[in-house]
């Protein structure tokens, strides 16, 4: 293959995807990870995507958070997975804390029936995707609902919060960088994690290969903070360069 064509394939996919690394492009293309890198250069110096640190991203994407049928659409597959393999670790009787997104809220939609667990949760998506299930108890943290992202902040969602007791708290973020943890790039998503993260006992993050390596403007959670960090498969390359000394658990969907 050219490498105009190839360049112009990587393009499409940054364009799908929001998000390429360079580990994937290589096997996907059967080339070297430095052939791939100097077509990431080239499309960068055109303005056509952002170099990211293990890829790139989509230059015409804003900078700011997506909206929730955004989120839903990328990676979907992958999220999948990682619900999958996260539901493995509930137990009955827990009271899980789901975020706002769109890979909890295929956790959620995973939830085998009949087992008893609390489910709490500020995401009017994950409501909506339990509320026909009479076999778990379903909590909603009020507060002021936010459209674009499809759920409630603020006071009232902390407040409530506060008088709950939470096992195991499954969220997402931007990115995860190996020194600094995970981030969002809405600064008040990133402070009620934040605050999610301290209350509850267990923390586990659920990240697609994508989000690894990259960083977003509000850090709310350091390695230290997670028990867990449940990524998918393709993961494998970028966890065995990156994430060989970190402390908590590395699992990979199946």
């Given at each position: 293959?050219?490498?105009?064509?190839?360049?112009?394939?990587?393009?499409?996919?940054?364009?799908r995807?929001?998000?390429v690394?360079t580990a994937e492009?290589?096997?996907?293309?059967?080339?070297?990870?430095?052939?791939?890198r100097r077509?990431?250069?080239y499309?960068?110096?055109?303005?056509?995507?952002?170099?990211?640190?293990?890829g790139?991203?989509?230059?015409?994407?804003?900078?700011?958070?997506?909206?929730?049928?955004e989120?839903?659409?990328?990676k979907?597959?992958?999220?999948?997975?990682?619900?999958?393999e996260?539901?493995?670790?509930?137990g009955?009787?827990?009271?899980?804390?789901?975020?706002a997104?769109?890979?909890?809220?295929?956790?959620?939609?995973h939830?085998?029936?009949?087992?008893?667990?609390?489910?709490?949760?500020y995401?009017?998506?994950?409501?909506?995707?339990?509320?026909?299930r009479?076999?778990?108890?379903?909590?909603?943290l009020?507060?002021?609902?936010?459209?674009?992202?499809?759920?409630f902040?603020?006071?009232?969602?902390?407040?409530?919060?506060?008088?709950?007791k939470i096992?195991?708290?499954?969220f997402?973020?931007?990115?995860?960088?190996?020194?600094?943890?995970?981030?969002?790039?809405?600064?008040?998503?990133?402070?009620?994690?934040r605050?999610?993260?301290?209350?509850s006992?267990?923390?586990?993050?659920?990240?697609?290969?994508?989000?690894?390596?990259?960083?977003?403007n509000?850090?709310?959670?350091?390695?230290?903070?997670?028990?867990?960090?449940?990524?998918?498969?393709?993961?494998?390359?970028?966890?065995?360069?990156?994430?060989?000394?970190v402390?908590?658990?590395?699992?990979?969907?199946?």
């Amino acid at each position: 293959m050219l490498a105009a064509e190839r360049q112009r394939q990587i393009l499409d996919r940054v364009r799908r995807d929001g998000t390429v690394r360079t580990a994937e492009l290589a096997k996907d293309f059967a080339v070297t990870e430095e052939t791939i890198r100097r077509d990431l250069d080239y499309l960068g110096r055109r303005g056509h995507v952002r170099r990211t640190h293990g890829g790139a991203m989509d230059a015409s994407a804003p900078l700011g958070e997506l909206s929730q049928s955004e989120r839903e659409a990328r990676k979907l597959e992958e999220k999948i997975e990682i619900a999958r393999e996260a539901v493995r670790i509930i137990g009955p009787g827990e009271t899980i804390l789901l975020d706002a997104s769109t890979t909890a809220l295929e956790l959620a939609g995973h939830l085998p029936e009949n087992m008893p667990v609390r489910v709490v949760t500020y995401s009017l998506a994950v409501i909506e995707r339990l509320a026909g299930r009479g076999d778990l108890e379903l909590v909603q943290l009020g507060g002021i609902y936010e459209a674009r992202g499809r759920r409630f902040s603020g006071m009232v969602t902390e407040s409530a919060l506060r008088l709950l007791k939470i096992d195991r708290f499954f969220f997402s973020g931007a990115g995860l960088d190996p020194i600094q943890g995970i981030s969002e790039p809405n600064p008040e998503q990133a402070r009620l994690k934040r605050m999610m993260i301290e209350i509850s006992s267990w923390n586990g993050a659920l990240l697609d290969h994508s989000k690894l390596g990259i960083k977003a403007n509000h850090f709310f959670a350091t390695p230290s903070d997670l028990d867990v960090v449940i990524t998918d498969r393709e993961s494998k390359a970028y966890a065995k360069g990156q994430l060989k000394s970190v402390p908590y658990e590395l699992r990979f969907a199946r």
